[in-house]
């Protein structure tokens, strides 16, 4: 009695098992055979087109570009229309519909499905947070892919950068971005998000749009970043939150410079007083003769919109349309950034003591030495 009951049980056991693995060896095998038959030629066994000499290459569905942009839907859109000015053709006059839906289901299964699972847990939370983000702010300019969209592309006057050619690959190291997010690009249509965005959000955008846009390879990623956050003068904590004011006071001058604003304030008396004025005014001797007027750094428009980058920006390139010249040419960084604190603590923040006759006299024997 056990053992015939061991016996029917292995018996319908075994068929169910086999009927089982015979319905899904069956699925499996239509787009399969046609994936073999007719794509793996570019695309290749592993799914990587790695080998082919194609310009454009073939997709890499194995990346994590694939992973965030291509699902089953666009699988299928494309292996019907194919994509213009490329190798892949549209495959509807070829292949039924049904067929389609069964290559396209094959190559997300197989491939792409994966490649975010396998992703460590953080990194994978982190990119879903930088996708919303970059939707959220980013992409009405730069492209739901990174590619920019085609009227940015036409009707600014310097176009937003696109993220997908191997120009931008080179020139756009993590840091880089970072500081171009927070700081904005001066006289450019990028803006900073410093102040609305906290670092760790901006860390997450650039995350995804290095991985999933640019299309780095996830080592090399993860590599760069573990290297700056190892250094807390490039990625700075403010430790305010998200939407305090005064975080938009605390961002740091740009490459981890610090300024001495001791030093800043000779620097101060030598060139900037003459158009500025002692009190930061804008009413130096020299004011009278100039249009646009020297900034008034004391007045509230000027507390609300300089902070240390702003300043910085605007002594080391000058302002073109005004007299306010490029600094950067006669003063190092390191100098620019003393006087920029100067600037920014005696004037914008006042909390430390401005210029005083004394000052002034001072500079003055110096240069009659
Ligand atoms: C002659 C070479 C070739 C063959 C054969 C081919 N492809 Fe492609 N495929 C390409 C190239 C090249 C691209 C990249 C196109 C681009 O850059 O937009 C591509 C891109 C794709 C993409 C990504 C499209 C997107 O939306 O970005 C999918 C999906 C795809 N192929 C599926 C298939 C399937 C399924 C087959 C077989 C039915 C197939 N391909 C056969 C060359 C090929
Ligand atoms: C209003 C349009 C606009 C928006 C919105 C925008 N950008 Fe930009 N972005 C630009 C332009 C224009 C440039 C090119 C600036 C230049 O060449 O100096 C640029 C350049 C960049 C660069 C390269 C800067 C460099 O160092 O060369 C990065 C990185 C960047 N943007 C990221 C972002 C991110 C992330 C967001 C969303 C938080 C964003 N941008 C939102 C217009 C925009
Ligand atoms: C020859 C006169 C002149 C001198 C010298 C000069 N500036 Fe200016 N500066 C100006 C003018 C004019 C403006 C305002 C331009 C405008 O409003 O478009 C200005 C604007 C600024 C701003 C405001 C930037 C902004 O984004 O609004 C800062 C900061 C600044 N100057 C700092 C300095 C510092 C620091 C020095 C000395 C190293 C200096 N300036 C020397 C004329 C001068």
């Known amino acids: 009695m056990g053992m015939k009951k061991t016996f029917f049980t292995a018996l319908f056991g075994g068929l169910f098992a086999l009927m089982l693995c015979f319905s899904g060896a069956v699925a499996a095998s239509t787009g399969e055979r046609i994936y073999k038959e007719h794509c793996v030629s570019c695309h290749g066994v592993e799914g990587d087109g790695r080998g082919s000499t194609l310009n454009p290459p073939p997709r890499d569905f194995t990346s994590m570009q694939s992973a965030f942009e291509l699902d089953p839907i666009r699988i299928y859109i494309s292996t019907t229309k194919g994509r213009p000015n490329t190798a892949m053709a549209a495959w509807d006059s070829r ?4 067929e389609i839906r069964q290559v396209s289901d094959y190559v997300y299964d197989t491939f792409v499905a994966d490649v975010k ?6 990194l994978r939370l982190n990119l879903e947070v930088g996708e919303k983000l970059y939707m959220d702010n ?16 036409s009707n600014m006057a310097t176009a937003p950068r696109n993220f997908t050619t191997d120009r931008t690959k080179g020139e756009l190291s993590r840091k880089r971005m970072i500081e171009s997010i927070t700081y904005g690009r001066a006289g450019k249509a990028m803006m900073p998000y410093g102040s609305r965005l ?18 780095l390879p996830v080592e090399a990623v993860m590599a760069e970043k573990s290297i700056l956050e190892g250094s807390q003068r490039d990625i700075p904590s403010t430790g305010l939150a998200f939407d305090d004011p005064k975080r938009f006071m605390s961002i740091p001058f740009p490459d981890g410079l610090y300024g001495d604003p001791n030093e800043g304030r000779e620097i101060f008396v030598r060139n900037c007083f003459v158009c ?18 020297p900034r008034n750094f004391i007045s509230s428009d000027s507390r609300r919109a300089l902070n240390r980058p702003k300043i910085y920006e605007a002594v080391y390139n000058g302002l073109p349309g005004s007299v306010m010249p490029a600094w950067s040419k006669v003063l190092s960084d390191q100098e620019v950034a003393n006087v920029a604190e100067f600037v920014f603590r005696a004037f914008i923040r006042s909390d430390m003591p401005g210029v005083s006759e004394e000052d002034l006299d001072k500079v003055k024997q110096k240069k009659n030495e």
């Open 95 to 98: 292949l039924s519909r049904d």
């Open 198 to 215: 906290t670092q760790q959000e901006i860390s997450s955008m650039v995350d995804y749009v290095r991985l999933a846009l640019m299309g």
């Open 276 to 293: 500025h004025g002692v009190k930061g005014d804008g009413q130096g001797p020299r004011a009278f003769f100039i249009n646009p007027k």
């Open 138 to 153: 980013c992409s009405v300019c730069h492209g739901d892919f990174g590619e920019t969209g085609v009227w940015t592309r």
């Open 117 to 122: 699972a396998a992703l460590p847990e953080d």
